[in-house]
T-cell receptor, first 108, second 110 residues
Framework: GQSLEQPSEVTAVEGAIVQINCTYQ??????LSWYQQHDGGAPTFLSY????GLEETGRFSSFLSRSDSYGYLLLQELQMKDSASYFC?????????FGAGTTVTVRA | DAGVTQSPTHLIKTRGQQVTLRCSPK?????VSWYQQALGQGPQFIFQ???????QRGNFPDRFSGHQFPNYSSELNVNALLLGDSALYLC?????????FGPGTRLLVL
């Protein structure tokens, strides 16, 4: 079986830091990807953690702990344009598995 | 470098009709995956094509079929459309683990 858990919604103010946690259970595991999707748009690739540890890409960082089946996406210096849905998606047997995602709302 | 492209952008069909959606992958990518995204949900995997063969399939009925051409572009066909097939259909291309999505085709079935 396969399951993914993320918080459904997060609200924060501009300039703040937000952490989106993701816990997963998959039959096979090849890392963890993160995608951003604005309303009406397509998912945009943010990061991929193949190994344990922290990956930093500008204001966004992603962390993976395979032993804990846990990862997180850290959004720093939040901007209004970061208001979107964020999905963790473990690649598994070539496909990506998505949950319902986390809606991040950034307030002025 | 062109990203993943899809056509058409929007489509309206009636129940029972058939539809074909098209996808051109990112340059250099040889694998195409199709996803269905209903409103308020995450994308759900339909199937993946590699070397013109269906490599893996998600939990979708046989009404959903596809094809990959020698230039790696792909088509998704849906027969006998149901109201519940209304969704955003996303194509993603890849060379390794990372998949890059196209803008999607929004299908409305009336």
């Amino acid at each position: 079986g396969q399951s993914l858990e993320q918080p459904s919604e997060v609200t924060a103010v501009e300039g703040a830091i937000v952490q989106i946690n993701c816990t997963y259970q998959t039959s096979g595991f090849y890392g963890l990807s993160w995608y951003q999707q604005h309303d009406g748009g397509a998912p945009t690739f943010l990061s991929y953690n193949a190994l344990d540890g922290l990956e930093e890409t500008g204001r966004f960082s992603s962390f993976l702990s395979r032993s804990d089946s846990y990862g997180y996406l850290l959004l720093q210096e939040l901007q209004m344009k970061d208001s979107a849905s964020y999905f963790c998606a473990p690649p598994n047997d070539y496909k990506l598995s998505f949950g319902a995602g986390t809606t991040v709302t950034v307030r002025a | 470098d062109a990203g993943v492209t899809q056509s058409p952008t929007h489509l309206i069909k009636t129940r029972g009709q058939q539809v074909t959606l098209r996808c051109s992958p990112k340059s250099g990518h040889d694998t195409v995956s199709w996803y269905q995204q209903a409103l308020g949900q995450g994308p759900q995997f339909i199937f993946q094509y590699y070397e013109e063969e269906e490599r893996q399939r998600g939990n979708f009925p046989d009404r959903f079929s596809g094809h990959q051409f020698p230039n790696y572009s792909s088509e998704l066909n849906v027969n006998a459309l149901l109201l519940g097939d209304s969704a955003l259909y996303l194509c993603a291309s890849s060379l390794a683990e990372t998949q890059y999505f196209g803008p999607g085709t929004r299908l409305l079935v009336l």
